[in-house]
């Protein structure tokens, strides 16, 4: 299987981390809004791809700043 390049790791990570993220926060949010329902799946799905188009842009701003942040608080 062929190999994304290292100097998109800032990208594949970002987008890896939103959707990982996205998906585990809004499961939880539709569950505690509507319950175990039959439409539950449909519905989080939708809240999934909503959040996760808001997800990615925003860690993308915010990953290097915390990258640096991280870097002054934490020994090499």
Same mark, same amino acid.
């Given at each position: 299987? %062929?190999?994304? %390049?290292? $100097?998109?790791? +800032?990208?594949?990570?970002?987008?890896?981390?939103?959707?990982? !993220? @996205?998906?585990?926060? @809004? *499961?939880?949010?539709?569950? +505690? @809004?509507? *319950? =175990?329902?039959?439409?539950?799946?449909?519905? /989080?799905? =939708? =809240? /999934? *791809?909503?959040? /996760?188009?808001? =997800?990615? %842009?925003?860690? !993308?701003?915010? +990953?290097?700043?915390? $990258?640096?942040?991280? @870097?002054?608080?934490?020994?090499?």
């Amino acid at each position: 299987m %062929p190999r994304i %390049p290292k $100097k998109y790791t +800032l990208i594949v990570t970002t987008l890896l981390v939103s959707v990982m !993220m @996205s998906c585990m926060v @809004s *499961g939880i949010s539709t569950f +505690l @809004s509507i *319950g =175990a329902v039959p439409e539950f799946f449909i519905t /989080w799905m =939708a =809240a /999934w *791809g909503t959040s /996760w188009v808001f =997800a990615f %842009p925003a860690l !993308m701003m915010v +990953l290097p700043l915390v $990258k640096r942040i991280v @870097s002054r608080i934490v020994e090499e």
